[in-house]
């Protein structure tokens, strides 16, 4: 036996790539396959766009005669990199034993790349002159190339090879006097970019041709993604050379640790003479026989497999870092004077299933909460199988789970020890070249707290809970800077909801990931579809408004619907015969209070002579489960958004007490709404959950997940009510903190499925965006502030003016009581600290003024709290109105 010239690595040595690579290939040698496999995979959850790695794991499942599982790996791995030989020549392989149609054109394929013809194969015709033209390029003949190229191109060939090749022939070399302008060269590659999306080599060319046209931003940032897709850089080299000039874009240095025992038959094919403590002759114990590598439950956690192992121990050096990365892209955004350039990520997305431990068990008892984490590892299976996703389970308090991304366990009970740690969690993902792209927390405030933040309104809510603070690395936790939703499950120990919950998250996520292609096959469900009356049942959306609040209403729903299609309450109401069964989509506009499941609506004053009432719009019973109801089903939307008042308020609430939870439990994917007191407009000049309402449905609209579209909707309402008034009053400030997100963050609206397919192209080029806080000082106003008085300090006047228009909407608010507020700025990045909880300094803001009116009204067995807040210039002008819903 000839000794290995490679030397075992010392225990709590960090693994370089090609240490890590030589194992995995001298295990496979030695039919250690399962060692290799579950150290491919290690390694990946490391840095995941690595596609020789990909390619042995693909290796390691064909040994393993899991072939359509290594056809899956292999293919997209071939998708990226249509030039891998050894890729190519294991997806022909695969293809033989599946017997599958494609063979021919991988035939082809590997034909064109190894110039050997390998026995008595079938070959498509297209293949010989494609290597005639690889020949001539080689040649530095790149006439000759693009011309045999132009002859293939229009037999329109089954492969990006053709087109790569084109491409290759019109760069040619340096002194090809006859390369093509830079102009032609982008749209070209455009055009194939936009045929083979995923092929990375387009990537690159067209960014190169965006930096030598200006385009600096979209240029850099398409590198840095193609940077997170290939972390060993291997397209770009073979297109530029092993040392071209955005080498610096790629990590130098990737290395890792592992606690992986070594088996002994690798151990014996490489020479060594002693094998590591621990390891022993057979791999058996190193990976799980399960159908779906499932991975062991947190209370029985093996250090050896678990999720996305890292122990990095010291920072790398800068230089051999994602640092590097970010430091070329500030670089070159300070150069082109484009400061917000790196707010586009192209680090690889992560989504982070977040939940505690010591919550579940206290709940539910261990057996049932390995049944959840059982689902939960469907969830992350299901994500990872996604294009261009990450995914891991967190059990934040666990210390066995933390361990693997060298994290202390935070405590289960405290949220702020929870917010921390996802920080600390996404700068961890960050030294890998990886990131928080979205947040899904398990379970209600009972298992995954809520941050009960100061209230910023003068009103009766003692504070406000709010996920907010998850979705931020720092103390502004007005501002998100990931898309976070979260999974309630209701009051007491029955996991019904929140397994149902689960299960259908997985499944759709699996069924996204393997949705039928077939044009043909697409237009058949389409017409079958039809006829069973689903087509339009789809596309429909429904708006539900008070009557006092229609005008505001209809500037929210226009954006999805049509306005003569929204029902008011009065007259209307789901008990009285309304169904939700045709609709896709649920805009509510309506009134919600603390202690009653119901929503109300409200009557019109100028429609009812001054008379108001709060006729019930929709009661829980109303849904009714999805369950079978006399002679119809009662089915929900799919994505809720409401502005009622406590509408998303499920603290100590059972399933029947909550419209959210019954919404939830009847088959609605997501629901939005206010865990406290919402404000909106009474016009058409929209503000507060209006506002955060019609930009969500346009994000919505224009393909991004719900997460996304609420994440989106909150930093463009920050930053619009930011821009009118130069500070975020007390009722932003709510909007922003008490609207949260129940469902998965990754569902989107197949209704916009159009949208959605070209913003994931987009998002291919360019990555997912990590917004930082888009305004650099963000100025907050203080309503709950020592300067307030009953209202002396305005002339009667005023005051008479401000409740005269009071009571064009409210007339049941004369007697209200009344206060006014001196509105004081708070910066968020100064040093005292501020009534409201903020660190801030104060700077009294132009003689603004709050005037609050707020007065009880009994109806029925309940109270109904009504508030109107009006904004005074310093001329006594009124600049903004807002009531409660």
């Not at 979705?471 to 909801?497: C, M, Q, S, V």
Request: aromatic share 10%; proline share 6%.
């Amino acid at each position: 036996m000839i000794k290995s010239t490679l030397s075992p690595i010392p225990t709590n040595e960090p693994w370089p790539r090609q240490y890590v690579q030589k194992l995995v290939e001298t295990a496979l040698s030695a039919n250690s396959i399962r060692f290799a496999r579950a150290l491919s995979e290690a390694w990946l959850d490391n840095f995941p766009g690595d596609l020789t790695f990909h390619f042995l794991l693909a290796k390691s499942w064909f040994a393993l005669k899991r072939l359509n599982k290594a056809t899956g790996i292999i293919k997209k791995v071939i998708d990226t990199d249509p030039e891998y030989l050894a890729a190519q020549r294991l997806y022909q392989k695969l293809l033989l034993s599946l017997k599958h149609p494609s063979l021919p054109i991988v035939n082809g394929d590997v034909y064109v790349l190894s110039g050997k013809y390998e026995g008595k194969i079938k070959l498509p015709k297209w293949s010989e002159t494609l290597i005639y033209a690889r020949r001539a390029i080689n040649q530095e003949n790149f006439q000759l190339a693009e011309k045999l190229t132009h002859e293939i191109l229009g037999q329109d060939p089954p492969t990006p090879l053709g087109a790569i090749t084109h491409i290759r022939a019109m760069i040619g070399s340096p002194i090809n006097l006859s390369r093509p302008p830079i102009s032609s060269l982008q749209k070209i590659t455009e055009f194939y970019h936009k045929k083979w999306p995923s092929c990375l080599l387009f990537d690159l060319v067209l960014a190169d041709t965006l930096l030598d046209t200006g385009q600096e931003d979209q240029a850099v940032s398409m590198i840095h993604h193609a940077a997170s897709r290939d972390s060993s850089g291997q397209v770009a080299k073979r297109l530029w050379g092993p040392k071209h000039p955005y080498l610096n874009m790629w990590l130098k240095n990737m290395e890792a640790r592992f606690d992986i025992p070594i088996p002994a038959d690798v151990s014996t094919v490489l020479g060594w003479n002693q094998l590591p403590i621990g390891s022993s002759g057979s791999d058996e114990p190193l990976v799980q026989e399960e159908e779906n590598n499932k991975l062991k439950t947190p209370f029985e956690f093996d250090i050896n497999l678990i999720e996305t192992k890292n122990k990095h121990g010291e920072k790398q050096k800068e230089s051999e870092s994602l640092e590097s990365v970010k430091e070329q892209l500030e670089r070159v955004a300070k150069r082109i004077k484009r400061p917000d350039l790196i707010q586009a990520d192209g680090r690889y997305p992560v989504y982070v299933v977040f939940t505690t431990k010591q919550g579940l068990i206290s709940k539910y008892g261990v057996d049932t909460a390995e049944m959840i984490d059982k689902e939960l590892q469907q969830i992350v299976s299901a994500v990872r199988d996604k294009e261009n996703w990450g995914a891991v389970l967190v059990y934040a308090d666990d210390p066995i789970c933390m361990a693997a991304f060298d994290l202390k366990p935070a405590k289960a009970n405290d949220p702020w020890s929870l917010k921390l740690l996802i920080s600390e969690l996404d700068k961890k993902l960050g030294e890998k070249g990886s990131m928080i792209g979205s947040l899904l927390i398990i379970g209600g405030p009972d298992v995954v707290p809520y941050h009960m933040l100061p209230n910023p309104t003068d009103d009766i809510d003692a504070e406000v809970p709010s996920d907010n603070p998850y979705a931020t690395r720092d103390e502004n936790y007005f501002i998100p800077e990931w898309p976070t939703g979260r999974l309630p499950d209701g009051f007491g120990n029955d996991p019904g909801l929140l397994i149902s919950v689960l299960r259908k998250i997985s499944e759709y996520h699996w069924n996204q990931n393997h949705k039928n292609t077939n044009p043909f096959k697409i237009w058949i469900e389409q017409i079958i579809a039809f006829f069973k009356g689903k087509h339009n049942s789809k596309r429909k959306p429904f708006g539900f408004s008070a009557e006092a609040w229609l005008r505001a209403s209809v500037s929210v729903y226009k954006t999805i619907g049509k306005p003569e299609e929204i029902v008011t309450s009065p007259p209307n109401g789901l008990s009285n015969g309304f169904s939700l069964s045709p609709y896709h989509l649920g805009y509510f506009n309506l009134h919600g209070l603390p202690d009653a499941p119901e929503w109300y609506g409200q009557s019109d004053p100028q429609t009812n002579q001054g008379e108001i009432y709060y006729p019930i719009a929709i009661h829980p019973n109303d849904l009714n489960n999805g369950k079978e109801t006399g002679s119809h089903q009662t089915r929900v939307p799919k994505i809720v958004f409401t502005e009622a008042c406590f509408g998303a308020n499920i603290i100590d609430k059972i399933i029947d007490e909550s419209l959210a939870l019954k919404f939830i439990v009847s088959g609605t994917k997501v629901f939005i709404g206010s865990t406290a007191i919402a404000y909106g407009s009474i016009d058409m000049n929209l503000t507060s959950a209006d506002l955060l309402g019609k930009t969500f449905w346009r994000f919505v609209k224009d393909g991004y997940t719900t997460g996304e579209a609420l994440y989106r909707a909150k930093i463009f309402y920050a930053k619009e009510m930011h821009e009118r008034n130069d500070y975020l009053d007390g009722e932003d400030q709510k909007t922003l903190i008490s609207f949260i997100h129940f469902g998965d963050p990754l569902y989107h609206s197949p209704i916009f499925q159009k949208s959605y397919a070209k913003l994931k192209d987009q998002q291919a080029d360019m990555g997912i965006l990590r917004v930082k806080a888009p305004i650099e000082e963000i100025n907050t106003v203080c309503d709950n502030c020592e300067t307030w008085n009953d209202g002396d300090s305005i002339p009667p006047q005023v005051m008479a003016h401000v409740k005269a228009v009071v009571e064009q909407y409210l007339p049941t608010m004369s007697g209200a009581h009344v206060t006014v507020h001196q509105d004081e700025i708070s910066c968020l990045n100064s040093e005292s600290v501020c009534l409201n909880g903020s660190t801030s300094k104060k700077v009294t803001l132009k003689n603004h003024r709050v005037v609050v009116l707020n007065k009880q009204i009994k109806q029925a067995k309940h109270l109904h709290n009504r508030y109107a807040r009006l904004t005074l210039d310093n001329s006594d002008k009124i600049v903004k109105i807002s009531v409660s819903r």
